[in-house]
């Protein structure tokens, strides 16, 4: 089965009708469903998509992102790895290299780690990661 | 009420009118359930279901001024 690195933003499009990525992301989302893609994320996505969801909608709908998605992970369709003093000094150096946003940085460092492409709506990420993959839907 | 008939591993088949209502395909999970009289057999919502559900939600408050980028940009900034 296919894998890819997924950043925040896919997740947080796939929840607004009217987004500019919605279709792309909900269709995205529903491949990992179907189990024709892995999604392989930071431990970070999660945290960003609930708070996001906190901030903009409200405390419930976040607790019900944090379930789904954590269902995912049990279901292995969505693989979490967490942050250790290797990827953070990886983090470090792909973000100095590229000029990063710190969050950015950890987003690239997984992509280059797993040796897989990157889905992300983000162009500065885009424009600054230049060794970088990027899936193309 | 329809009659089902156990198999030699306590298998059952569920009717397929009931099945297409409430969802059921090959690989769904229910939860089986003790009940006073007998074993209620209960759908469990999918994730990808759940997920177009909470997007029916997040999409109606959404602020119509950011997008799912800004938004995470934002966070991420300040």
């Known amino acids: 089965m296919k894998g890819v690195v997924v950043d925040s933003n896919v997740f947080i499009a796939s929840l607004i009708e009217n987004d500019v990525f919605y279709e792309v992301s909900i269709n995205f989302i529903e491949k990992m469903d179907k189990e024709e893609l892995t999604f392989h994320i930071s431990m970070i996505v999660p945290i960003e998509v609930s708070c996001a969801i906190a901030r903009r909608i409200g405390a419930k709908e976040a607790d019900e992102s944090e379930e789904i998605i954590h269902n995912w992970i049990k279901e292995k369709k969505v693989v979490v790895y967490k942050l250790n003093e290797k990827r953070m000094s990886e983090s470090q150096n792909y973000g100095t290299k590229y000029k990063l946003k710190g969050m950015d940085a950890i987003i690239v460092q997984l992509a280059f780690e797993l040796n897989l492409p990157l889905m992300t709506f983000d162009n500065e990420i885009i424009e600054r990661a230049k060794g970088v993959q990027f899936f193309k839907s | ?78």
């Open chain 2, 1 to 78: 009420m329809t009659k089902l008939k156990v198999g030699p591993k306590g298998q059952i088949t569920l009717i397929k009118k009931l099945r297409d209502k409430y969802g059921i395909e090959p690989g769904s999970l229910v939860d089986e359930i003790e009940v006073d009289d007998g074993i209620l057999i209960k759908p469990i919502e999918s994730s990808l279901k759940s997920w177009k559900n909470l997007k029916e939600k997040v999409s109606k408050k959404w602020p119509s001024d950011t997008s799912s980028i800004q938004a995470i940009q934002e966070d991420r900034t300040k």
